[in-house]
């Protein structure tokens, strides 16, 4: 009987809850329908200093419109608009998306820039490839073939103001002359119209002016460190160092102070550089001969080399089957000479290939001005 009566109990209890939570439902729903009209058809340009809202039976929740729900409904406002942005006018429907790929692109390129930079490159080649395949079946002399990568990725990296200093005074003068692109006046040209000479008497310092005697040949290569604390440069002349200009023009751009080293080879075969810690140019001597493939195997490839390295080509080649019989030595004897003696032997010595006809070769011992 006692378990009966408990069981109506209980079932009258959750029936009076039920009811009383679906009324608070409803007073909730007709408190925000309220608010909602009021804020419309009533006054819809008050200014509303804070919300209430019931929460219960004994609760409220007061909030202040200004800090809370204005606040929060700016913040909505923003986030929706860039989504809206990201959706119709981004590559991607994901929001967001768009600013994620800049900021990874970013990141690459300042901390691993050859990725990016290869890519590039990659889709650069396909079409350069293209275009000169189409230039060389017309006959057409004017279309360079496509650069390497490391050209490329230096054209499209950021630059020191040193290099970018130098390869502006490197651009063509429209000068006629015997050296083609490389040609030192070109640099000459520019330095004197940055001096403020005319184009007429600029011209006549390059072509013809004492000062500028080291143009007469060409800049064979110019090197940089990454932050333009050092200038390498290699160049053929004729008998003057064109080292001078580029004195002259790291004056001019007040960079008078960095590291300068230049290797100039002069065309008497002179072979003269500043570099004598050999901190860039290692070789005290030049080797040059024609390229033929066994005699290579013997005097190595056209190159400057240390005083070791010489030493053994000096000697490969006064033992070798290419050395003319009267300058031929026995390698016992070969290696109880010293450097000197070898290179003093070699640069007299006559030397034939298979078919007896005499081999170019020239030695030269770097020298330091």
């Known amino acids: 009987m006692f378990f009966k009566i408990f069981g109506k109990l209980t079932a009258l209890l959750f029936e009076m809850n039920k009811e009383n939570m679906a009324e608070q439902q409803n007073k909730d729903w007709l408190d925000k329908l309220g608010e909602f009209f009021s804020k419309i058809f009533i006054n819809p340009n008050k200014d509303i200093a804070y919300s209430i809202r019931k929460r219960g039976e004994d609760e409220i929740e007061i909030r202040d419109s200004i800090f809370d729900g204005y606040a929060r409904g700016f913040i909505r406002f923003v986030l929706i608009g860039m989504t809206l942005i990201n959706v119709f006018h981004g590559s991607s429907g994901i929001p967001f998306y768009s600013?994620?790929?800049?900021?990874?692109?970013?990141?690459?390129?300042?901390?691993?820039?050859?990725?990016?930079?290869?890519?590039?490159?990659?889709?650069?080649?396909?079409?350069?490839?293209?275009?000169?395949?189409?230039?060389?079946?017309?006959?057409?002399?004017?279309?360079?073939?496509p650069m390497s990568y490391e050209e490329y990725k230096q054209g499209i990296l950021s630059k020191s103001p040193l290099k970018d200093f130098i390869l502006d005074l490197k651009a063509n003068s429209g000068i006629e002359n015997d050296f083609g692109k490389d040609w030192l006046g070109h640099l000459a040209f520019n330095l004197c119209k940055r001096k403020g000479l005319s184009n007429e008497e600029s011209k006549?310092?390059?072509?013809?002016?004492?000062?500028?005697?080291?143009?007469?040949?060409t800049l064979e290569s110019v090197d940089?460190?990454?932050?333009?604390?050092?200038?390498?440069?290699?160049?053929?002349?004729?008998?003057?160092?064109?080292?001078?200009?580029?004195?002259?023009?790291?004056?001019?751009?007040?960079?008078?102070?960095?590291?300068?080293?230049?290797?100039?080879?002069?065309?008497?075969?002179?072979?003269?550089?500043?570099?004598s810690k050999q901190v860039v140019f290692k070789g005290d001597y030049?080797?040059?001969?024609?390229?033929?493939?066994?005699?290579?195997?013997?005097?190595?490839?056209?190159?400057?080399?240390?005083?070791?390295?010489?030493?053994k080509i000096f000697i490969n080649l006064l033992t070798s089957k290419y050395v003319h019989k009267d300058d031929a030595l026995i390698k016992e004897e070969a290696e109880k000479l010293t450097t000197e003696e070898l290179?003093?032997?070699?640069?007299?010595?006559?030397?034939?290939?298979?078919?007896?006809?005499?081999?170019?070769?020239?030695?030269?011992?770097?020298?330091?001005?």
């Open 204 to 217: 006549e310092a390059a072509c013809y002016s004492s000062d500028y005697a080291g143009c007469r040949g």
């Open 99 to 145: 600013q994620y790929l800049e900021a990874k692109s970013d990141y690459e390129w300042a901390f691993n820039p050859d990725k990016p930079a290869m890519a590039q490159y990659l889709n650069y080649k396909e079409m350069a490839d293209r275009h000169y395949k189409i230039a060389q079946e017309e006959n057409n002399p004017f279309i360079d073939p």
């Open 343 to 369: 290179f003093n032997l070699v640069d007299s010595a006559e030397f034939y290939n298979d078919d007896d006809d005499e081999i170019y070769l020239v030695v030269k011992e770097v020298s330091y001005a």
């Open 286 to 311: 030049f080797i040059d001969h024609e390229c033929e493939p066994n005699f290579m195997e013997i005097a190595s490839e056209p190159d400057t080399y240390t005083k070791e390295e010489a030493r």
């Open 224 to 275: 940089f460190d990454e932050d333009g604390s050092r200038l390498e440069i290699n160049t053929e002349t004729k008998n003057n160092s064109a080292s001078l200009i580029f004195k002259e023009a790291l004056s001019l751009s007040g960079l008078e102070n960095i590291e300068f080293y230049w290797l100039d080879f002069y065309e008497n075969g002179e072979i003269e550089t500043n570099d």
